[in-house]
């Protein structure tokens, strides 16, 4: 049996004094632009939330329900489709920081998961900051 994943990358304004501390409604829906599902990139789906990994494996970060506040856009697509098991977000730092725990190498990784990872980067450069960029997801 196959997983699944629906993500969105939220960004904040660099102008507030503590990320995400308000609802800034940015929203990036990666369903419309990157094919996580299609890509079936296992190790990234270990990496981040647990789902599909090895025996004795288990994740830096453990999924986390939704984030708060957050864009209603998220909340709608997320909160009637998956159980606050399946649902987890992760900024940008720790992204990478779930990557390394696993030993996973940006050269294992599906073209999708890349360009998750270079947008947040991107985007992090672009605010000054890794923990004003997260991906928020429900996975299956």
């Not at 990557?99 to 450069?125: K, P, Q, T």
């Amino acid at each position: 049996m196959g997983s699944g994943i629906d993500g969105f990358l939220e960004y904040d304004d660099r102008t507030l004094e503590k990320p995400f501390s308000v609802k800034t409604g940015r929203v990036i829906p990666l369903d419309r632009y990157v094919d996580l599902r299609g890509g079936k990139d296992y190790r990234f789906f270990a990496a981040i939330s647990g789902f599909r990994s090895n025996e004795g494996e288990s994740p830096l970060f453990r999924p986390r329900g939704l984030p708060t506040p957050m864009s209603d856009q998220i909340y709608e697509e997320l909160f009637f489709s998956y159980s606050s098991e399946q649902i987890s977000w992760l900024n940008a730092s720790e992204i990478h920081l779930a990557l390394a725990h696993l030993n996973i190498r940006r050269e294992e990784l599906s073209v999708a998961a890349l360009l998750v990872i270079g947008l947040m980067d991107y985007l992090s450069g672009r605010l000054g900051s890794p923990e004003r960029v997260r991906f928020v997801f429900g996975i299956e």
